[in-house]
């Protein structure tokens, strides 16, 4: 497993420096870590969160945003005609509740059609593993800029370590 | 009571090089007719996000006086960034409301603004300095003040459902965010 201190620095040493979004069990640990670090400012909906990434991207950040799969369908709107339209980039870590079937009945449709909404609107994924972890921040550390627009990594439960000791 | 364009006017000419970020539908394209500059950001989906991007502005550019140019409707289907807005009170955040009482950008249907009083909300919500104006010398008063002072602020100007005869805004929506952001760094 990945210890969230591990995978937030490994983020800020590619530049990440603004981090916002709206938790999930999954992302417990990582937010615990952010908010220790004060780079983590809370947002009210994961819409909100992805515009409040524009404007710092606008301001000279490099944003990240957290979220679980149900809040894709809260933000895709403004994914589409923000983020997308105006080539705002962030980083979309967004927790994989309903992988695999295996999850409370409310995550399983967002669950089994994730990758497929993710790229019926272009926006590029991995999902990060244990073994893939360098290769895979490096992959978002390129496609981010290189493309100028969201790019998602995608975490299952059990991949960063989270809040229980 | 002045028109929405008059407003957008009077705010822009008391603006020097202050980032402005207007919200969707007739307010953008309106605010590109009155006085287009590079400083201004035109949303043109994204409805009920302006104030949202306009914060992830300001708490980045602690320097700046950040000002939103919102709608009524636009806020009412982001009223939960008034929490978020509140919650973290941001010294440099001015959001100017355009309160015609309708979706007008929409075909004129009424919106809650006639019984709910979004400048309350926003008191609630604990913005710092929360007025209401009607008339165009009470604008310029209460809006150079909160220029002056710390906030957030909230200013609900209530406006006609005047329309000007006004295109789209005529620019590629990447280059009104890079010229903003090269405008503003
Ligand atoms: C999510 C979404 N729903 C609906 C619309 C259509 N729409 C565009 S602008 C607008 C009305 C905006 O109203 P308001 O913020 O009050 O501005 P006004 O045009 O009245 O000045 C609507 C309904 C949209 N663009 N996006
Ligand atoms: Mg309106």
Known sequence: MIESDTFCQALQDIGFDFFTGVPDVLLAGIIETLIERRLYTPAVREDEAVAMAAGA????????????????????????????????????????????????????????????????????????????APDDVRWIAQTFMKERIPVALLLKSGVVRGIQP | MQSRARAIQAVLELVSDQPVIVC???????????????????????MGMAAAIGLG??????????????GDGNVLMGLGTLATVGALKPKNFIHVVLDNEVYG?????????RVVKLDQIAKAAGYVNVER?????????EFK???????????LVKVTEQVEDVPWVPLPPAQIAERFRKAIA
């Open chain 2, 57 to 70: 502005v300001a708490l980045n550019k602690p320097q700046k006086k950040v000002v939103v140019l919102d």
């Open chain 2, 145 to 155: 003040d909160m220029l002056g002072k710390d906030g957030p602020s909230l200013l």
């Open chain 2, 24 to 46: 969707n539908g007739f307010p953008s394209r309106e605010a590109f007719k009155v006085k287009d500059r590079p400083e201004n950001f035109y949303m043109t989906g994204s």
């Open chain 2, 105 to 113: 950008s929409g075909g004129n249907q009424p919106s809650y603004s």
């Open chain 1, 57 to 132: 991207f606008m301001a000279g950040k490099v944003p990240a945003v957290l979220m679980a799969n149900a809040g894709l369908g809260n933000s895709l709107n403004t994914l589409a005609s923000l983020n997308l339209l105006y080539r705002q980039p962030c980083l979309l870590l967004i927790a994989w509740r309903g992988f695999d079937g295996k999850d409370a009945p409310e995550h399983l449709v967002m669950g089994r059609t994730l990758p497929q909404l993710l790229e019926t609107v272009r926006i590029p994924h991995r999902t990060l593993s244990e073994q893939t």
């Open chain 2, 133 to 141: 104006v009607r008339e165009r010398e009470d604008l310029v008063y």
